[in-house]
Structures are given as C-alpha cells and as structure tokens.
C-alpha cells in the first residue's frame, strides 16, 4: 500500500501529518513524500519543516494520493506540472484525497468536475468555482475522490480510509494508538458552532488567496 | 514568544505537528524546532520527515518547551545532554510540556518528581517509575509543567496553553482556523472506550521500549 503526500512551498504542515500518523499504521503501508524537487520544504508559516524523499517522476503508481492545503494556494493551483502528475496518479489510484484547500489543487488539476467535495470552510466560493459541488461536511467520498475540510478534519478522513481499505478493527487499534479521543477545550472548531463574532473577524481578516 | 520544540531520532511525528499547528498562530510566536544536531530526523515509521533549524545551544531561553513522544524511549532517556539542556531551559521556561512519552524524557531528566503527569496509556507504569505521580487525563497541569496524554492530546493541550497565555478569544479562533471539530468515525481513542479485545492486543503487541 503506497501512500503519497505531496509536499509544496508554504503548505500547512497538520495536513499531511495528520493523516500521515494514521495512515502509515496501516498494515504494509509505504509513505512516499512526494514533491516537485526533492528535499525541505516551508510551511506557511516560514518554517523549514518537511522534508520529501522523493520527486514527483519517482513515485508514479500510488495507492493513495493525499494533496495537504495552504492559505496560499496560488503558486499550486498554477502547477501545471504538479496537475500533470496529479492527473497520472489518479488514473490509477485506488484513493485520491486531500485535506483543506488542497482540493482547490485537485480543483485545479479538472479532477472535482461535478464531484461533491469539500475543502476550509473559507474556501467554499473557491471550490465551488472549480467545478465541484462543494458541500460543508468533515469529509467527503464522491467514489474514489475524498476530500477533508479544514486542517485538522485529515485526522477523521483517514481513519474512516483506514477502515475501508483495513476494517474496523485495524482503524479502531490506531485510533488507540494515536489516542484520538478529542477533548477540544472549546466547542469552536466550525463556522457554525463558533462565537460569531470570531467566525466575521476571520472572515474579514484571514483570505484564503 | 519563543517556542522551542524538541526534534529525535524515530520521534512520532503528529506528537511534534499537532501542538506547533495551534502554537505557531498564537500572536508573536516564533517556533524553534531544534535536536541535539541540526538537520533532518526520522520518524518512528523510519521516514526523513522532520527538519530541525536549531541545535540546542542555539535555544537558551525559549517560553514554551515542547517534548514530543516516541514509541521507542531509551535512546533519548539515557541523552544526558538532551536532559541537561532540558533542565537548563526549563529553569527560565514559562511553561514546559511533553507530548506522549515525551514526559518520559521530561521525567528522565528529573523534572516530573513528585509532580502529577500523563503519558500514553501504554507507557502509566513507567511514568510512574520516574518519579511523577502518573494519572490518566487528557492532559495534566501541575505548575508550569503541562503533560498531555498520546499523540493526538497534544492539539487539545495546545489550545488550552494559547487560552491561558492569549485569552479564550484567540484560542478559539486558532480552533475555527484548524477547524478543529473532532468527529472520530469510531470511539476508540482511549483505553477505557475502545473494545478489550483491541486493548488488549494491543498491550500484548506494542511495548513501548
């Protein structure tokens, strides 16, 4: 079970390793960081944090294939090399995913065309352009296509991944393992559940571009 | 507001990302990933994930000292010169905190002594044996010194130390960013929930050494 993550320039680090803690538990899974020239990348907050093993041309057969999401999305939603090796890998992917505003990637690449999908609560009227139909759900399985909302939601979407390719128990140990029994100390994590005074300050102040 | 983060040799990555994707939004934070030797480590998985910009002697006075778990401890609870910078920083630090078995490292050090502290539930017995009295929460405040049960726990510490140092306000909002609105497909993420048969196999099967 190969698993690529691809990496990029200013991306949010929680969206690959989120998943990445769940999905390499899998029994035989191999994770290929994956990105258009080997070596370390920066998060968007400007730390030189992650590192890929391996360029794109090298990892070409995927299982699954997870796009990680930016505040910053313009240099990668006009990758046209990177759609090029997203479009390759989907053929013959048995999952192709993403987290946060790395749907508006495979957006990009023409790979939601009248999926349902979803992406940062911030990013909807994005999406929504890209030809999807965008939906304001944790995650979203349209066939083989998953995509997780904002940051954190990764977490969720790969262990229910997990089971679906492994069952329950499998999902269930690592679950366990990574003890993700959340007790957020806020009940905050959604437009919809958050003061709405934050919710209006975040949306005047925090663009995704 | 510095924030030093402690990188290894087969650390668990998520232990590390999960606390710095909430930390590094608080107001004026500057993180520092830092290790005994600057450059690239591997996960627990044998992946060459996590870059370390700093070396120890570079971060003498961080606020915020973070110290991520692994499932293989002995190498980092014999580093006498991990330990040592540990009871350096931690004489200045505002707040010192563990992740997972990092509070193993932290009590190898001698800084959990007779404190109440948490650790992954596999690990209680030894935490216990370092000196701290080992109880099983989320995550467990005694003084400046924060312990946050397995891998995942991290991001609900994390939230709670930007609450106590930013306000609720700020907290929050780093919450709706990450949209962290857990909707774990299974409830199996502690001991007490999971299935026996999963808990037990798992005893039986993943020693933390």
């Known amino acids: 079970m190969e698993i690529a993550i691809l990496l990029y320039e200013q991306m949010t680090a929680l969206d690959a390793i989120g998943p990445y803690e769940v999905l390499r538990s899998m029994p035989n899974a191999k994770v290929r960081f994956v990105a258009r020239e080997k070596g370390i ?26 796009v990680p999401g930016t505040a910053y999305t313009q240099a990668m939603m006009k990758d ?16 192709t995913t993403s987290v946060c505003t790395g749907s508006l990637i495979l957006g990009a690449a023409g790979l939601l065309q009248g999926l349902k999908a979803t992406t940062h609560w911030l990013a909807m009227d994005t999406l929504r352009m890209l030809g999807a139909e965008a939906v ?74």
């Open 41 to 66: 990348k920066h998060t968007d907050a400007g730390y030189a944090l992650l590192n890929a093993e391996y360029a794109l041309d090298e990892v070409t057969k995927p299982d699954i294939v997870l």
């Open 80 to 95: 046209a090399v990177a759609h090029e090796w997203l479009r390759q890998v989907h053929e013959t992917s048995k999952w």
């Open 136 to 209: 304001q759900e944790r995650f979203v399985k349209d066939g083989k296509v998953i995509t997780a909302a904002g940051v954190s939601a990764g977490i969720d979407m790969a262990l229910t991944l997990v089971a679906l390719e492994c069952g329950e128990t499998v999902a269930q140990a690592i679950q366990l393992m990574i003890e993700y029994d959340p007790q957020p100390p806020f009940n905050a994590g959604s437009p919809d559940k958050a003061p709405t005074a934050i919710v209006e300050m975040l949306r005047a102040t925090q663009k995704i571009t």
